[in-house]
C-alpha cells in the first residue's frame, strides 16, 4: 500500500486503519494523491491483478472515501472475473465537485491523469462524474483509457446507455425468480442520471412503468407513469426531475416510501442501509424484494 501525502485532514476516514481492507484477493494498492496548486485530492485503489490489468472508472464527488473507492474497486474485481474478462479490478476517485466549470474539471482530471500515469496496471474508464470527453482528457494524457468518444475510435457508453441497459437485463433474470411479470410492473428509481435514465428507457420496452424518479434535487412521483422521454429530455437539458410538470415533487429521500414492485439504486453506495431498508415497499404477495 502506497500513501504519498501526510496531511491528515486531505481525505476523510484516510487514517483509520487501511489494512482492514485486505484480504486473500488485495487490494493490490491503495494511493492517496494530493497537488496543491490544481487542488487535486485524489485515491486510487488497484484491488487485483490477477487476470490482467486492472479496469475501473474514475469518479468525481466531495465526499468519496477511502472506504468507497474500495468496495467499488473490488466489485470490478469480481465482475470482470464472472464475465470471464482478461482484466483485474481498480477504482479511482478525484475528491471534487462533478459540476465544476468545464475548464477547472479538465484541469483536475488532467493532473489526475498525470499523477497515476506511472501505475501501468490500472486502465481508467468513465464513473459517476465523468464521461467520454474526460477519458479523452486522460488518453491524452497517459495514452490509456476506456469508454472514449467516437470521434477518437472508442464506444459512448453513457449515449448509448450500456450500464443502465446491464441492469434492465439483471432486473428481467430476478423478476423469474421473484414470479415477477414486468409487464405493468412499477418500477422507482433512486438516481435518475446517465446510469438510471437508461435503465428506465430499457425497462419500459419491456412494459415496466416508471412511476417515481429522484435526483440530487428531490423525488418526483406520478403513479399514473411518468413520460421517460420527456423526462429524459429534462435531464438532458441540465434541469431536475422535479421540474417535470406533472406529479408529486418530493424530498430526495422520499424515493425510499413509494410503492412499487422493482426499485433500482442507481446513485451512490448506501443509499438503502440496516437503518432504512424497512422503508422500502416493493413487496406484494407474488413478490419478493428486489434491491
Request: hydrophobic letters at 40%; glycine letters at 10%.
Amino acid at each position: 500500500m502506497i500513501n504519498n501525502t501526510s496531511h491528515h485532514n486531505l481525505f476523510p476516514g484516510l487514517w483509520e486503519d487501511a489494512f482492514r481492507f485486505t484480504d486473500e484477493l488485495g487490494p493490490a494498492k491503495i494511493i492517496h494523491l494530493y497537488e496543491p496548486l490544481p487542488g487535486l485530492k485524489g485515491i486510487l485503489v488497484v484491488d487485483n491483478v490477477a487476470c490482467g490489468p486492472a479496469i475501473g472508472g474514475i469518479r468525481i464527488a466531495p465526499d468519496v472515501t477511502t472506504e468507497e473507492v474500495f468496495r467499488l474497486a473490488r466489485s470490478m474485481t469480481l465482475k470482470n472475473a464472472a464475465a470471464g474478462l482478461p482484466h483485474g479490478g481498480a477504482k479511482s476517485a478525484i475528491l471534487s465537485d462533478p459540476k465544476l466549470p468545464l475548464s477547472d474539471k479538465e484541469r483536475l482530471v488532467r493532473t489526475f491523469a498525470r499523477a497515476i500515469k506511472e501505475i501501468t496496471e490500472y486502465i481508467p474508464g468513465p464513473d459517476m462524474g465523468t464521461d467520454e470527453c474526460c477519458m479523452a482528457w486522460v488518453k491524452d494524457e497517459i495514452g490509456r483509457a476506456v469508454g472514449l468518444p467516437p470521434e477518437i475510435g472508442g464506444i459512448p457508453m453513457d449515449e448509448i446507455g450500456a450500464t443502465g441497459f446491464g441492469l434492465s437485463i439483471s432486473t428481467e433474470v430476478a423478476s423469474r425468480f421473484c414470479n415477477l411479470e414486468l409487464k405493468e410492473a412499477r418500477l422507482v428509481i433512486q438516481g435518475f442520471g446517465s446510469v438510471g435514465k437508461h435503465a428506465a428507457r430499457f425497462l419500459a420496452a419491456k412494459g415496466v412503468i416508471l412511476v417515481g424518479a429522484a435526483d440530487s434535487q428531490g423525488t418526483l412521483f406520478n403513479p399514473q407513469g411518468i413520460d421517460i422521454a420527456q423526462l429524459i429530455e429534462l435531464k438532458n437539458m441540465g434541469k431536475s426531475v422535479i421540474d417535470y410538470p406533472e406529479g408529486r415533487k418530493l424530498n430526495r429521500d422520499a424515493a425510499l416510501d413509494i410503492e412499487c414492485e422493482i426499485w433500482i439504486p442507481a446513485a451512490r453506495p448506501d443509499v438503502v442501509r440496516a437503518d432504512n431498508v424497512d422503508r422500502l415497499r416493493t413487496s406484494n404477495s407474488h413478490f419478493e424484494k428486489l434491491i
